[in-house]
């Protein structure tokens, strides 16, 4: 069974203060690594798609990573507006076309 | 991308009753998806709806409680019966983009589902 498990659960950071999520997986096969940005009361925005180990995309100030067992989503000095819940999802090969989510990551960046 | 509309955005309901989930896609596409999304929890897979036959069930979900409409390629619904206050989520659809089972899921603005 495919796993995701994010980390931390909250991260307060100001502005201008550069961090990473983690997003730690378990997958048969992966056929695609995915984060999204959830802002309260909507769904999820797509931001990325990764596809195999090394690979890196950027957007802006995100900037997300892949190994073979986990994916970091770089925030490079993060303004308010970036505040959010940003998930980490998965494909496997054994999971027809299901993507399994993880909690996510809540983000707050104060002034 | 796809526009992908929903109604209700949120409504308020009582024991018992039920209620459907429309969603609308601005064009045409093969497999829609159902996702639910508990406080605090992750995303969770509710059904796969591929118009001109049934809909495919995760586990732990039964066409009983949610069933599933797929009446032509941009549009879908959900009826979640006999409401619970563990009901109470937000109900998102989604698409797949692209062709074929691999890809991004762009997703609806969410139905968020109160029971009391």
């Known amino acids: 069974e495919d796993q995701v498990t994010q980390s931390p659960e909250a991260l307060r950071l100001q502005e201008g203060e550069s961090s990473s999520l983690n997003c730690s997986y378990t997958?048969?096969?992966?056929?695609?690594l995915f984060w999204y940005r959830q802002d309260p009361g909507k769904g999820p925005e797509f931001l990325f798609t990764?596809?195999?180990a090394g690979e890196e995309k950027e957007k802006e100030r995100l900037k997300a990573t892949l190994t073979k067992k986990e994916s970091f989503l770089h925030i490079t000095a993060p303004k308010p507006e970036d505040s959010a819940t940003y998930l980490c999802?998965?494909?496997?090969?054994?999971?027809?076309?299901?993507?399994?989510f993880g909690t996510g990551t809540r983000l707050q960046v104060t002034l | 991308s796809a526009v992908i509309s929903q109604k209700p955005s949120r409504d308020i309901c009582q024991r018992g009753t039920s209620l459907t989930i429309q969603c609308q896609v601005d064009?045409?596409?093969?497999?829609m998806f159902w996702y639910r999304q508990q406080p605090g929890q992750s995303l969770t897979l509710i059904a796969t709806?591929?118009?001109?036959?049934?809909?495919?069930?995760e586990s732990g979900f039964v066409i009983d409680k949610f069933p599933i409409s797929r009446p032509n390629l941009t549009f879908s619904t959900l009826t979640v019966s006999n409401m619970s206050p563990e009901d109470s989520s937000i109900y998102l659809c989604?698409?797949?983009?692209?062709?074929?089972?691999?890809?991004?899921?762009?997703f609806g603005e969410g139905s968020r589902l109160t029971v009391l």
């Open positions: 999802a998965v494909q496997g090969a054994g999971t027809a076309s299901k993507l399994t």
């Open positions: 997958v048969s096969g992966l056929r695609g």
């Open positions: 990764l596809y195999s």
């Open positions: 709806a591929n118009q001109g036959s049934e809909a495919t069930y």
């Open positions: 064009s045409q596409v093969t497999m």
């Open positions: 989604s698409i797949r983009a692209g062709v074929g089972n691999t890809g991004e899921l762009f």
